[in-house]
């Protein structure tokens, strides 16, 4: 996904693997120690080469000499570019910086299929760069987003003299969350795919015509990411209907993707809480926002997983940030405070000097989880024209905290939300029109481009919000059902996981259900409406209620029980807001829309307005347990 900050071998295939390291190994030895090689070719075993550019260590403009710790950063945005935050800086202070075009992008060989090589990739570059002359025999990863998901992969393939990890904000999970998510489709890779990977918006003919079967259709390819509001509207995308068909690895991975081919998400090779066992057993740093559109795998996945199944020590920070973006303190039209930025090369350095040099600079005794708690601050509009939040770091022994007392917010057929168990009464039915779906405003978002804003937002519709239709907050729809406390008569911090339970039923064969946890704050001067500010959201399309690898349609009129995990967050709801839980049908685009017709995956041709109910009775107690942190603890 996009970025801000920055896979034994058989014999023959070693013994390949093994003439074309002495030969590089040799070229290597003729660049001098201080300056920075280009576009070095490094063999993968099957022939395929992958443009790699080196950065050597210098100090005050000095060259320097010996053997030095190597880091990995391996990528699909431009190794050039990606390379400008961090490599000067890390080559400055005793590291040999290694940036590689991934597979099939940019200036190197191959064929385009994300992530499903990069574990052997990553595998045989680390394995490259351990038998260099100026290898010391130790290297870290880094790197954010894809390219997280790159160091997960060769983790997982077991690659040699990798020491430790950051993966930031990283791609991981896939099939439950971040691409397909618990059935549904999440748009920002339709926006990922027909940007060519560079989903700024701007047409990039670069990593269009690298992408090209036919050069002369790159600016045709490239377009597309000027047109994919229309496209997204216009679904299902159908094979050969568009320019993307000059671009046929990135259409038929699409293709596949959005019509649920478990085996390609598989194919990806980074479920990493799948395959905890056999990850590489070396310490990882795992670095997350509240708003990040990978929070959910990083800590409530991964994190966990490997916390669980390895010896070496996991860490794990997560910040009030979106996607890749630990460097600002503020998360769409939310503002915390100043410290909640941080500097990340600074952050990455004291990590990699103790593991890789090791200095004995005390990041091995600090707190194993560091959490910004959201919250706290005076809700005044600041000159940016945000809502100040605020909130502070707390040092933590786990995740999720052992303290944690969950509690059910059940929901009521008046709109009450409450701790209190529902009585009897009638499920509550309302209309989900797939032609018009309750736009996305704000949330766990990323490579989303122009479709919608990532981060928190009031959920307000408002002039340039896409599928906003007038002013009207998202409240005032009929499709969407809203369920509140009363004012809180004290603050009360929710940090941890957020599961909502609901009890639903449809007049049709397939249908989705969303939830989305929102922070009411109460009328001031600055904000004289209030603000509803989402805290988490999620959704399930119904066929898909047992796992995406059975899916079963509904039974018409029959309730049934779903999960709907949101991503974690922890924040304060503070004395005299309320505490609110909207429920309804769609969220578009952040994800596709369900015709309610029950066929195939991005296959369908008809449309159909269902009637969706939710339950809220004893026998159906529909609810979200929140992760309440007790006072004073």
């Known amino acids: 996904m996009a970025h801000t900050t920055r896979r034994a071998l058989s014999l023959f295939t070693f013994l390949a693997l093994a003439g074309s390291l002495v030969m590089l190994r040799s070229q290597e030895r003729e660049q001098p120690i201080g300056q920075s090689a280009s576009d070095v070719m490094i063999a993968m075993r099957d022939g395929v080469k992958l443009a790699t550019d080196i950065y050597y260590p210098f100090r005050a403009g000095e060259q320097g000499s010996g053997k030095f710790p190597a880091l990995l950063m391996r990528t699909p945005y431009n190794k050039k570019l990606r390379a400008a935050a961090f490599a000067p800086y890390f080559a400055a202070h005793g590291y040999v910086v290694v940036v590689q075009d991934v597979r099939g992008r940019y200036k190197s060989e191959g064929r385009w299929r994300p992530l499903a090589d990069d574990g052997n990739d990553g595998y045989d570059t680390a394995n490259w760069i351990g038998h260099q002359a100026w290898s010391d025999g130790g290297i870290g990863t880094l790197g954010t987003s894809y390219e997280g998901g790159t160091q997960h992969a060769l983790a997982i393939a077991g690659a040699p003299f990798v020491k430790t990890m950051i993966p930031l904000f990283s791609m991981s999970d896939v099939e439950r969350y971040g691409l397909r998510h618990n059935g549904a489709f999440e748009l920002r890779w339709f926006n990922w795919v027909f940007s060519i990977g560079d989903p700024s918006g701007v047409p990039n003919v670069a990593a269009a015509a690298r992408a090209a079967s036919d050069p002369a259709a790159a600016p045709a390819i490239a377009d597309l990411s000027t047109h994919v509001a229309e496209y997204v509207g216009g679904l299902p995308l159908r094979r050969g209907t568009t320019p993307l068909k000059f671009a ?177 009464h009638a499920p509550v039915t309302y209309q989900f029109d797939p032609h018009n779906p309750v736009p996305t405003l704000g949330g766990n978002l990323s490579s989303q481009g122009a479709l919608a804003a990532q981060g928190a937002a009031d959920q307000r519709c408002h002039p340039g919000a896409g599928g906003c239709k007038g002013t009207l907050p998202l409240s005032a729809r009929n499709d969407v059902l809203v369920y509140q406390t009363a004012p809180l008569t004290e603050d009360t911090e929710v940090t941890g996981r957020l599961i909502a339970k609901l009890w639903a039923a449809s007049d049709s064969p397939d249908t989705d259900f969303t939830a989305k946890l929102i922070d009411v704050y109460p009328p001031n001067k600055d904000f004289p409406a209030g603000v509803d500010l989402n805290v988490g959201d999620s959704i399930v399309r119904a066929r898909f209620r047992n796992g995406p690898e059975r899916p079963e349609l509904l039974t018409p009129h029959r309730a049934y029980e779903f999960t709907i995990e949101m991503y974690p967050t922890s924040l304060v709801f503070a004395r005299g807001h309320r505490i609110r839980l909207d429920i309804s049908s769609s969220n578009f685009p952040r994800f596709d829309v369900n015709p309610n017709t029950g066929e195939p995956l991005n296959d369908n041709r008809r449309w159909h307005i269902a009637e969706n109910s939710i339950y809220a009775d004893p026998q159906h107690p529909s609810h979200i347990t929140l992760p309440v942190i007790p006072a004073g603890k």
């Open 248 to 424: 046929p690895d990135y259409e038929s991975f699409l293709i596949r993707a959005m019509g649920g081919d478990t085996k390609l998400l598989k194919d990806m090779g980074v479920e990493v809480a799948d395959q905890a066992e056999r990850y590489k057993d070396i310490p990882v740093y795992h670095v997350t926002g509240w708003y990040d559109s990978w929070s959910m795998q990083v800590a409530n996945l991964n994190y966990v997983a490997l916390s669980r199944a390895k010896k070496s020590a996991q860490r794990l920070i997560v910040g009030p940030w979106v996607h890749s973006r630990p460097n600002i303190d503020y998360a769409g039209e939310a503002q915390f405070t100043q410290d909640a930025a941080i500097d990340l090369n600074a952050f990455e350095l004291r990590w990699f000097d103790r593991e890789l040099k090791g200095i004995d600079n005390g990041v091995d005794r600090e707190a194993p989880v560091r959490i910004y708690v959201m919250g706290g601050g005076d809700a005044h509009k600041t000159t940016e024209g945000r809502i100040f939040v605020g909130g502070h770091w707390r040092d933590e022994r786990e995740w999720p905290l052992a303290r944690t007392r969950p509690t059910d917010y059940y929901v009521h057929a008046d709109g009450v939300l409450s701790t209190e168990r529902p009585g009897p």
